[in-house]
């Protein structure tokens, strides 16, 4: 079994900052990426961010220059760190890996998801 978990979420006020934080756990025998996504109320979900194994990132549009995402591998940790941080960022965040178990499967995972909620 695999677990990632989020944590960090909440209220905040236009302007401000939050930093998401997601926690692997489990059978996993490697992370290959590590992915932020988000869905607002009646939106599809979309990618924010993406980080790979050796730390190449990608940002959707919509966060270039607000967000950063890293990760520990150490630790099986991604985080996303959120500047700036406008009412559209108003969603729920969904930590996603890329991740090959102990028993040889590969596939995508997700955590459960942390509110965001940005007032203006």
């Known amino acids: 079994q695999v677990q990632l978990v989020e944590s960090g979420g909440g209220l905040v006020q236009a302007g401000g900052s939050l930093r998401l934080s997601c926690a692997a756990s489990?059978?996993?025998?490697?992370?290959?990426?590590m992915s932020w996504y988000r869905q607002a109320p009646g939106n599809q979900r979309e990618l924010v961010a993406t980080?790979?194994?050796?730390?190449?990132?990608n940002y959707a549009d919509s966060g270039k220059g607000r967000f950063t995402i890293s990760r520990d591998n150490a630790k099986r940790t991604v985080a996303l760190q959120m500047n700036s941080l406008k009412p559209e960022d108003t969603a729920e965040y969904y930590c996603?890996?890329?991740?090959?178990?102990?028993?040889?499967?590969?596939?995508?995972?997700w955590g459960q998801g942390t509110q965001v909620t940005v007032s203006s």
């Open positions: 996603a890996g890329d991740m090959t178990t102990t028993w040889g499967a590969r596939r995508e995972y």
């Open positions: 489990g059978s996993i025998f490697t992370i290959n990426s």
């Open positions: 980080i790979t194994s050796n730390g190449r990132t």
